[in-house]
């Protein structure tokens, strides 16, 4: 599990190859990531909208963007956290992903970045 903390916001990722999804004789291979968000600070935050940069271990760079989460847009309050599971596909056993979210402090309507850590996508075989 990778973590980082922005502006009193943890972002904590964890991954799953997903076999049963996956081709590699086409080239496919489907990853699952879990992503926990924690707000560590004072004030209610929600989760406007998020921005990837996908990454396939060949140099291939895609870039992904879009409003909230799995079609939510969580309201977060002091305390509490949000966790969803999403996936992602790649042309090759191994890669990472990298981004980061939009929120807002309901407080004020203030917007910030929240930084989502580098995490590495790996095929279980490609790790002996």
């Known amino acids: 599990m990778v973590t980082t903390i922005t502006d009193g916001v943890k972002v ?3 991954t799953i190859y997903q076999p049963e999804y ?3 004789d086409h080239d496919h291979f489907m990853f699952a ?3 926990n968000i924690e707000n560590m600070g004072s004030y209610a935050v929600q989760l406007i909208s998020r921005h990837w940069n ?8 895609r870039e992904v963007e879009g409003e909230g989460v799995v079609g939510q847009q969580p309201v977060i309050e002091p305390g509490n956290s ?12 191994m890669g990472s992903m ?7 402090r309901l407080l ?9 850590p580098e995490f ?9």
């Open 12 to 14: 904590s990722v964890e």
């Open 22 to 24: 996956s081709n590699p």
């Open 33 to 35: 990531y879990k992503i």
């Open 54 to 61: 996908i990454f396939d271990s060949n140099g291939v760079k």
């Open 82 to 93: 949000h966790e969803y599971v999403s996936g992602c596909n790649l042309k090759t056993d």
């Open 98 to 104: 990298k981004g980061s979210y939009h929120m807002v």
């Open 108 to 116: 004020d309507n203030t917007g910030f970045d929240v930084q989502i």
């Open 120 to 128: 590495y996508l790996i095929a279980p075989y490609r790790m002996n």
